[in-house]
């Protein structure tokens, strides 16, 4: 008699303790669950919340530019036009705001703009949001030459490395251009490229 009780109650115990194991497990299921969640019931509230920022009075603009350079005595012509366009408001998750988001494209419908076949030099436009009046102090946003690592198959969008390893600096202007393309064989000729307009966003 005492043993059959004895069993039970150990019985009892070891199914409490299985219980209590079950309820710590399922507590910390849901909480982890919680805090996954949490990110996608945080980002439709303050979307939601978050205050609406006027939109550009100017929401479309085209940019031509020409660069002319010498290569291999040969005169090459880099010749396109940026068409930026507005492209609405969104939340970010990232700033947890409203940004205003933008567009580019080249009127070619070229993708790449290289200085000479195989000389992994190429360059890049710039942004329709610099274009268009919006963070035009942005270094990476402004138009400038970019480097692509031909054996890795990507573009570098470090802009150009000068002078000492590790020294990144942001080719911009004509003088630099020059400078950097004449240590690849490269003679810039002339280097036309579109301001930036002046813009109004209510701000």
Request: charge should be negative.
């Amino acid at each position: 008699m005492n043993s059959n009780r004895g069993n039970k109650m150990e019985y009892n115990g070891s199914m409490r303790i299985v219980q209590i194991i079950f309820w710590i497990a399922s507590g910390i299921v849901i909480i982890g669950g919680v805090f996954l969640m949490l990110p996608s019931l945080i980002f439709p509230f303050f979307a939601l919340i978050s205050p609406k920022i006027p939109e550009p009075e100017i929401t479309y603009g085209e940019f031509p530019f020409r660069i002319e350079y010498e290569l291999d005595g040969q005169l090459n012509i880099i010749e396109d036009t940026v068409i930026a366009e507005f492209n609405g408001c969104e939340f970010s998750a990232g700033s947890m705001k409203r940004e205003r988001r933008w567009r580019s494209r080249l009127a070619s419908d070229r993708e790449d703009l290289p200085f000479g076949d195989d000389l992994g030099i190429y360059f890049s436009r710039g942004s329709a949001q610099y274009y268009m009046g919006e963070n035009v102090q942005s270094m990476s946003l402004k138009p400038h030459i970019a480097l692509r690592n031909l054996e890795e198959g990507f573009r570098r969008e470090v802009d150009f490395i000068l002078g000492e390893s590790g020294y990144i600096r942001t080719v911009l202007n004509f003088g630099e251009a020059q400078e950097v393309l004449t240590q690849y064989g490269i003679t810039l000729i002339n280097w036309e490229i579109s301001e930036p307009i002046v813009n109004n966003f209510g701000d």
